[in-house]
């Protein structure tokens, strides 16, 4: 059963009678055809879901959830993936949707999926069958609107996925680097739906069912709409008042009341007059005491100013990142040009019984059929695996999870989890006994939420673990240890690892959880992400020092040993992070070699959309703390040549690196760092390296061959040789407009 809450949806998501077409079988598969429509009896689908993705009807995939929950309310619901974006035909083969088409770029930013952190192009794209890049275009939610809006112009299209969730504000966009507009605004779009979608999903789709127009559905929590002014009950405030740029404010206390929020036109600003009262004589009456955050809006600075000013950018986001929480949370107001978006409060959690219902949908668990067996990576990868929650409270300042899923834990229960594994077990082609994961965002995060709920009603911390666990938030993991040893004892069942990355900050505050892992679930290695050795990048991560990893590592090694088993921690780092100097990037280089740990996949820092280390790689400055004109600026690591030396660092031992590293210490002093002694970091050239890097020396010396420089004479090489090995100084005079080269 889910934990008390002070936060109460207004309606449960299967509470909706369902609308006729429920009177039509499940599909075996949503359609993807004229075919499949015939072949189960229907004239034309309520809704179509265009998606950048191949369609695999899993729970881990975006399309699969929604079309099934759309299904359970009703409606008849086809799919049309990865369209042919310069074919409109393509976007009209399953006809006019009789409701909307709901469009999403996929599970991944399009951006994000073709591109790599350098900016370079990807030749792969795990959602697509064979692994083929190229099926979806950039910025995918724009163009697939588009075509709808040609295909149907009076069709409303829906946005979702975390393409719209991310950008659903002005925001940075790290390839074309610029601030630009809502992807509501620039892709004309009729409506936004943020995060997970079933709670709006369901009111909007039963309200367009029941002939409402979508230009009045504007008061749907978890959307964002076009208007042009306030909703009418609303009072505004502007975002300066909560939080000034330039002033240093007291922090208000996360659990009482917040700053002022109420404008002087609002009716709970003025004092009431009594009937029988003299007129004139205000008597203060005493109604229920509004919450500071009810009925309220923040104005944000407007598109025009965060793209022109970089530190309102940093203040926008940090006021953002602050309404988050469905318990306190007040909705949003940008402009954009004559317009504004209108951002609601986000959506209510799931409870866990909510939650057993979504999973509980009739998924195939399958790719459709259409792709005839061809390979899909990303389903390979999740084939075997149970997600058993949503959401993760850690907050890390460079992650999308918290924004885009919120921080309030959404569990599913035990029996739900372990029907799945079982489902599993029973009707997955090629099942061989092993679970290959049992998680989430995070691994460790089951069942834990705050244990007060009047402050998980009212909090507005980004993260309830850093700089150290929330005294309310709760950190027993006996939730999560019951939830294993069960699944491990089904009949079938060989092994249940666990693939999500492990939050070693709590599980050291439950030793526990480490012993039971260490000892049952770990295939030889565990990922665990500390991200970096160094103070300054993990204060702007938000991530926690390596005390905590050095007290998970201690307890993880003993559990091992205990166990009989020989097992490793494989650590995740990120490079080139703000607030990341050379010097911290060596010093993480110089624990890697000391730990004997030689990294194959490392990361560089990505800006991804609305991450509050994208603000600090944008503007400089730091949204985790008060945005002032004069605060300090954060260290950003921009370039390509610094970002490759910082990624170069993560991979010390690779010899293709040693050239730039030597480069950089002998910059910086560190030259002592050079040499083949136990503390160096990299060998010294050898000989055959210093010849190659004389003779390209020797090629950058002589001038380039241009109408201005003339032709270079072999006596002149000869001595530009000479010069290069030290032999000699060239004296000659400096000869103009003879046609002869010369050096002064």
């Given at each position: ?271 009431a007059l009594s009937k029988g009262g003299k007129e004139g004589t205000p008597i203060i009456v005493q109604p229920a ?313 490392v990361q560089n820092f990505y800006p991804s959309p609305l991450a509050s280390s994208t603000t600090m790689y944008y ?126």
């Open positions: 059963m889910s934990k008390i809450s002070l936060i109460q949806p207004e309606r449960e998501i299967f509470s909706y009678p369902p609308y006729w077409a429920s009177c039509f079988d499940t599909a075996p598969f949503l359609p993807m055809s004229r075919q499949e429509l015939d072949q189960l009896g229907w004239d034309s689908c309520d809704i179509i879901i265009i998606t950048g993705d191949a369609y695999v009807d899993h729970p881990s995939f975006g399309m699969a959830i929604v079309g099934r929950f759309l299904e359970a309310q009703g409606f008849r619901v086809g799919i049309i993936a990865q369209p042919d974006w310069t074919n409109l035909d393509d976007f009209m083969k399953l006809g006019r949707p009789n409701l909307f088409f709901g469009v999403t770029a996929g599970n991944m930013d399009s951006m994000i999926n073709h591109y790599t952190a350098d900016r370079k192009l990807r030749h792969d794209d795990a959602y697509t069958p064979g692994n083929k890049s190229g099926k979806r275009p950039d910025r995918a939610t724009l163009v697939y609107t588009q075509r709808c809006k040609q295909a149907y112009k009076d069709v409303p299209v829906v946005l979702g996925g975390i393409e719209a969730s991310l950008r659903r504000v002005a925001h940075y966009d790290y390839w074309s680097d610029t601030v630009r507009r809502s992807v509501l605004v620039d892709s004309k779009a009729d409506l936004l739906i943020y995060g997970n979608g079933e709670r709006p999903l369901a009111e909007i789709a039963h309200r367009l069912a029941h002939g409402e127009s979508i230009s009045t559905i504007n008061d749907v929590r978890n959307t964002v709409v076009i208007c042009k002014q306030a909703l009418p009950g609303w009072s505004g405030v502007d975002s300066t008042r909560l939080d000034k740029p330039g002033k240093i404010d007291p922090i208000p206390h996360p659990y009482g009341d917040d700053l002022p929020c109420v404008d002087e036109n609002s009716p709970f600003a003025k004092p005491k509004p919450k500071p955050w009810e009925k309220v809006y923040v104005l944000l600075p407007s598109f025009e100013k965060v793209k022109s000013d970089k530190i309102m950018y940093a203040h926008a986001s940090r006021i953002l990142h602050h309404e988050t929480n469905p318990g306190c949370a007040r909705a949003l107001m940008q402009k954009h040009g004559e317009r504004y978006i209108w951002v609601n409060p986000p959506a209510i959690p799931l409870s866990t019984e909510e939650m057993d219902s979504v999973f509980a949908l009739p998924y195939q668990r399958l790719p459709h059929p259409s792709y005839n067996g061809e390979r899909i990576a990303a389903y390979e990868m999740i084939r075997f695996s149970v997600n058993i929650m949503r959401g993760c409270f850690g907050g890390c300042a460079f992650c999308s999870i918290t924004e885009h899923e919120g921080r309030i834990i959404q569990s599913r229960s035990e029996d739900s989890i372990i029907r799945e594994v079982e489902a599993i077990r029973d009707n997955v082609p090629g099942f061989t006994g092993i679970i290959s994961d049992l998680g989430g965002p995070t691994a460790n995060m089951y069942m834990l939420r705050c244990r007060s709920p009047k402050a998980e009603q009212s909090c507005r911390r980004s993260s309830c673990v850093y700089p150290e666990i929330c005294k309310h938030m709760e950190t027993n993991h006996e939730p999560t240890i019951k939830l294993y040893r069960r699944a491990r004892e089904l009949k079938g069942i060989k092994k249940i690892l666990i693939a999500s990355g492990v939050r070693y900050d709590l599980a050291a505050a439950d030793p526990r959880y480490i012993k039971e892992l260490a000892m049952h679930h770990v295939g030889g290695y565990l990922k665990i992400a500390p991200e970096h050795t160094e103070k300054g990048p993990l204060s702007k991560m938000m991530k926690p020092g390596m005390a905590s990893y050095y007290r998970f590592k201690e307890l993880f090694d003993t559990y091992s040993k205990q166990a009989g088993k020989e097992q490793y921690l494989i650590p995740y780092f990120i490079s080139a992070h703000p607030g990341t100097r050379d010097e911290d990037m060596i010093n993480l280089a110089l624990w890697l070699k000391r730990n004997r740990f030689r990294l194959d996949q503007s400089g400055k730091n949204p985790l703390a008060k945005v002032d004109y004069k605060s300090e600026d954060v260290v950003v690591v921009r370039g390509e040549r610094q970002r490759r030396l910082h990624k170069a660092l993560l991979r010390y031992h690779d010899p293709h690196n040693w050239p730039l590293i030597r480069a950089a210490l002998n910059e910086l002093g560190l030259t002592h760092l050079i040499g083949n002694r136990k503390e160096c970091l990299v060998p010294a050239a050898s000989l055959a390296e210093q010849r190659k890097l004389r003779k390209t020396y020797n090629c950058h010396l002589q001038p380039a061959l241009t109408k201005y420089t003339g032709h270079v004479t072999l006596r002149n090489q000869k001595r530009q040789a000479n010069h290069a090995k030290g032999q000699g100084k060239l004296k000659s005079k400096s000869i103009s407009g003879t046609g002869k080269c010369s050096t002064k």
